[in-house]
């Protein structure tokens, strides 16, 4: 019996000790709210996607949208954990460490220094409050919009509390968006679809009105370009192929709109019909066809902004 509860009691110890391990990452404390000495300091920004105690040779990535202005504050946030905030000022000093970004992915590309300035890396969580702001100045209406742009920066000493082990470093994508990206209604449209010049596909499913079809996103590829995602035939249910990567560029002097696709050099502009952008109520109206001297397809959509994307 004694052998038996000698083996439970390491038990019970080694789960409490786990337990413990476990909440230092998940920001739960029994101490007086305050966090003290055992209080974390964490890049607020981070999404909580890691599992505390596992290790990984990643890091948690996030992305930071605005708009692609000549010059852009993008906030950077620190946090102290402890329930009360900071028992006295703490003075927290970040830093780049553009190595997290070659390691999460080759597909990213660190930003420039021609393309952003960090006024002050040192930042101050003041006496009882749980949050400071580093600022990141971008120069977004020079980024090259067919790059994927990213910082790594670090929590590099903290003068109170435990830097994260799990968000103490972090990935920042920093997506510009122009002033047509977004999440779009689809307030009406058509779409014909034919067989040869000149016949159309009957029977069809997928020819007719197009209002109602789930919403549109237009995506930011350039400083006047979106990509035109999601569009889908009659019922909303079959996406349409053949046209991907179909882009939408607007003229700023007239808001003109001219239509192409990278993966259909044939998609144009319908003569005579209209292809043009309202800025007093944002709507879009597009009428672009494919494919004319084979087996056509003419598409007619009038998209209203919603709301940003995520």
């Given at each position: 019996m004694k052998i038996q509860s000698k083996i439970y009691t390491a038990i019970l110890v080694m789960g409490i000790g786990l337990f413990t391990s476990c909440t230092k990452e998940e920001n739960i404390f029994t101490d007086d709210g305050n966090g003290g000495g055992n209080a974390l300091v964490e890049l607020g920004d981070l999404p909580p996607t890691r599992v505390a105690?596992?290790?990984?040779?990643?890091?948690?990535?996030?992305?930071?949208?605005?708009?692609?202005?000549?010059?852009?504050?993008?906030?950077?946030?620190?946090?102290?954990?402890?329930?009360?905030?900071?028992?006295?000022?703490?003075?927290?000093?970040?830093?780049?460490?553009?190595?997290?970004?070659t390691t999460t992915s080759a597909t990213y590309t660190i930003l420039p220094t021609s393309l952003y300035t960090i006024p002050n890396t040192t930042v101050t969580i003041p006496k009882g409050q749980k949050k400071a702001t580093m600022i990141v100045k971008v120069k977004a209406s020079a980024f090259n919009f067919a790059l994927t742009y990213a910082l790594g920066i670090k929590i590099m000493s903290t003068s109170e509390g435990i830097i994260s082990g799990n968000f103490g470093t972090g990935v920042f994508i920093m997506s510009a968006k122009n002033q047509w990206d977004g999440i779009y209604q689809v307030v009406s449209g058509q779409v014909t679809r034919f067989t040869a010049v000149g016949v159309v596909e009957n029977p069809s499913t997928l020819n007719g009105p197009l209002a109602g079809n789930p919403n549109i996103n237009l995506v930011t590829t350039g400083a006047n370009t979106v990509e035109v995602q999601n569009m889908r035939w009659f019922g909303g249910s079959s996406a349409v192929a053949g046209i991907d990567n179909t882009r939408a560029t607007v003229n700023t002097a007239t808001n003109a709109v001219n239509m192409a696709a990278l993966g259909n050099a044939t998609l144009a502009n319908r003569a005579g019909l209209l292809n043009a952008y309202d800025p007093a109520t944002k709507t879009f109206t597009l009428n672009f066809d494919w494919n004319q001297t084979t087996a056509p397809r003419q598409m007619n959509l009038v998209l209203k902004y919603i709301g940003p994307r995520p």
């Open positions: 105690g596992v290790p990984t040779v990643t890091y948690t990535t996030v992305s930071k949208s605005f708009d692609a202005a000549t010059e852009v504050d993008v906030p950077i946030s620190v946090n102290y954990t402890g329930v009360n905030g900071a028992p006295s000022d703490v003075i927290v000093q970040l830093g780049l460490f553009n190595q997290a970004v």
